[in-house]
């Protein structure tokens, strides 16, 4: 029998820092080295992991290296995104480490999805013309051999809820001049986010029509609770296509079997909300043993004179789920 642990974690702009700055990498790791023991996971999807130079090499992922040492993951293979000249990005890489064999990995941005296009409505100057609203980050799919049988991994992070910005509408970096802009900043977000949502749940398809019966976990940050529309996108519940004709296609969130009470991922503004999710194929739930959610010393980074320095771990919490095979 095969056990399987898979965890998703959202390290928060993990890099190094300056040597007068705090929080240190080291002081990070010190934190969250802990947390990747705990895991005990053989595959991990991780979010926003930015890239260090050194000596002239193409940047690499020198720093989240540092913090696997000493873990089972020490040795894992890994799998990231890239840019055009195959170094990892300066910020937010996605990363797959698995104990397990990689045997194959893409990423996708606006390939599965034509960039919509937009003209700004409160741009000062105004838009003459539809521009073209671009995702920000690609997704990461990756195949792994488990049990002599392809895993198909999918690590998202879609874009936040923040407003993206429109020209000429803003004081200062936090401060919007009028709330009509303000609004239409986060209708471009979304509009971003749910390209990613539709990016991820086309590729979802593309591999259930090359293989009806394949194993495919969606994992990662998706910046939206379960019963919002990125989510639901992705999921493509029955309830919402109406199409019973579907239901092998329909992707289940494992944080379902987590007590509500304990259901969260992000405390903001003194509320837990879930926005980090695994989500599987149904054929993965017979090998399904149950989740887990790390949170118990998550904190509020939104909260007054709550920033790095004080808690230099991540403002997420992980989630891992087992698996036996």
Request: charged share 30%.
């Amino acid at each position: 029998m095969t056990t399987l642990r898979i965890a998703t974690f959202n390290l928060e702009n993990f890099d190094e820092t300056a040597p007068d700055a705090h929080p240190s990498l080291d002081e990070r790791i010190t934190l969250m080295r802990p947390q990747i023991e705990r895991l005990r996971a053989d595959i991990v999807c991780f979010q926003e992991v930015n890239g260090q130079e050194r000596d002239g090499q193409p940047r690499d992922l020198h720093a989240l290296r540092r913090l696997l040492e000493d873990t089972n993951l020490d040795a894992a293979e890994t799998a990231s995104t890239r840019t055009a000249t195959k170094e990892v990005f300066d910020e937010r890489n996605l990363v797959v480490a698995s104990v397990h064999p990689i045997s194959g990995s893409e990423q996708l941005k606006n390939d599965l999805v034509a960039k919509p296009l937009y003209r700004q409505l409160t741009a000062d100057p105004p838009d003459e013309t539809a521009e073209p609203v671009e995702i920000e980050r690609p997704i990461l799919h990756v195949e792994i051999s488990v049990d002599e049988k392809p895993l198909h991994v999918i690590n998202v992070h879609l874009k936040s809820k923040l407003p993206s910005d429109v020209a000429g509408r803003k004081i200062d970096a936090f401060t919007w001049k009028t709330a009509d802009s303000w609004a239409e900043g986060a209708f471009i977000s979304s509009m971003k986010r749910m390209s990613q949502a539709v990016e991820v749940r086309r590729l979802v398809d593309r591999i259930l029509d090359d293989d009806g019966d394949a194993r495919i976990v969606v994992a990662g940050d998706f910046n939206a609770t379960p019963d919002e529309v990125p989510v639901l996108a992705i999921r493509g519940a029955v309830e919402d296509t109406g199409n019973g004709a579907l239901t092998t296609r329909v992707l289940v969130p494992v944080e379902h079997t987590v007590p509500e009470p304990a259901r969260y991922t992000l405390y903001h503004q003194g509320k837990g909300q879930m926005l980090d999710h695994m989500l599987v194929t149904r054929n993965l739930l017979a090998h399904y043993r149950g989740s887990e959610i790390h949170n118990e010393l998550l904190h509020d980074e939104s909260a007054a004179f709550a920033d790095d320095r004080k808690y230099p771990e991540s403002d997420h919490a992980p989630v891992v789920a087992a698996f036996e095979f």
